[in-house]
């Protein structure tokens, strides 16, 4: 939820939530022993994109290729163990560097000329 996407509008306010969800419920579970973080993915290839998708995305990713599902993996096994026993209310980043080029991916697919018109 650090970025903005065009015609993203629910998409954006759901990570957001997600992100605020996790800050709150770790103040609120804390004095329990429960820990809350999330996992920030990037561009994940969770349907089977067609090389033509993945290399398009994987070009905007410093680390040169879209993420895999197994990418996550070791962040969730550290998350839930106790070497992470002092970590809570944070996100991790998993996005191959994207977020860090702080510049906006070409995300525009949508231009404004074909927004409905509300008239």
């Known amino acids: 939820a650090t970025k903005a996407h065009r015609a993203f509008v629910a998409y ?17 579970l804390g004095p329990y022993g429960v820990r809350v973080n999330c996992l920030v993915p990037g561009f994940i290839d969770t349907y089977g994109a067609s090389e033509e998708v993945r290399e398009k995305q994987g070009a905007i990713v410093p680390l040169g290729r879209m993420g895999e599902a197994a990418d996550l993996a070791g ?38 000329s074909q927004f409905p018109n509300l008239d």
């Not at 957001?16 to 419920?25: N, V, Y």
């Not at 839930?80 to 560097?97: E, L, N, P």
């Not at 702080?102 to 949508?110: G, I, K």
């Open 12 to 28: 954006d306010a759901s990570k957001g939530g997600i992100e605020a969800m996790t800050r709150a419920l770790a103040l609120d």
């Open 75 to 112: 962040s969730a096994v550290f998350l839930a163990s106790s070497d992470a026993a002092y970590i809570t209310g944070h996100r991790i980043v998993i996005d191959g560097g994207v977020l860090v080029q702080q510049r906006s991916a070409n995300v525009d697919t949508f231009p404004p």
